[in-house]
């Protein structure tokens, strides 16, 4: 059964923008930590962006800060990654993942539900 299910992501030239969102079902969007984790080509996976339950706390890694946006749609029951200014080194398949604790623990990589990724290539 797959819980998250993401979609978005694609072709953008450098200084583009992007969205990627990760749709789940209401039991665990209202008591679940989200982000988003990314691994390029030859690298580790690495966070980029995680948000509390109640949307409240964000945190973001050092090098998307100021570019990327996190939010979540309680309507829609939806987390979603605002990705602007993008650049070369943001190319890799992004995952969206759910924590049922806070944001931090998310971000070391403490996750239960995780998505199957979606590519995101930025072009120079």
């Known amino acids: 059964q797959v819980h998250l299910v993401q979609s978005g992501g694609g072709l953008v030239q450098a200084g583009g923008s992007l969205r990627l969102a990760c749709a789940t079902n209401?039991?665990?969007?209202?008591?679940?930590?989200m982000g988003w984790f990314r691994q390029a080509p030859g690298k580790e996976r690495e966070f980029v962006a995680a948000i509390g339950c109640t949307g409240g706390v964000t945190t973001y890694a050092d090098s998307v800060k100021g570019r990327f946006t996190i939010s979540r749609d309680t309507a829609e029951d939806t987390v979603y990654l605002q990705m602007d200014s993008l650049k070369p080194e943001d190319t890799a398949v992004y995952y969206c993942?759910?924590?049922?604790?806070?944001?931090?623990?998310?971000?070391?990589?403490?996750?239960?539900?995780w998505g199957r990724g979606t590519q995101v290539t930025v072009s120079s």
């Open positions: 209401g039991r665990i969007f209202s008591s679940h930590s």
């Open positions: 993942a759910a924590n049922p604790s806070g944001p931090q623990l998310l971000r070391l990589g403490h996750h239960d539900y």
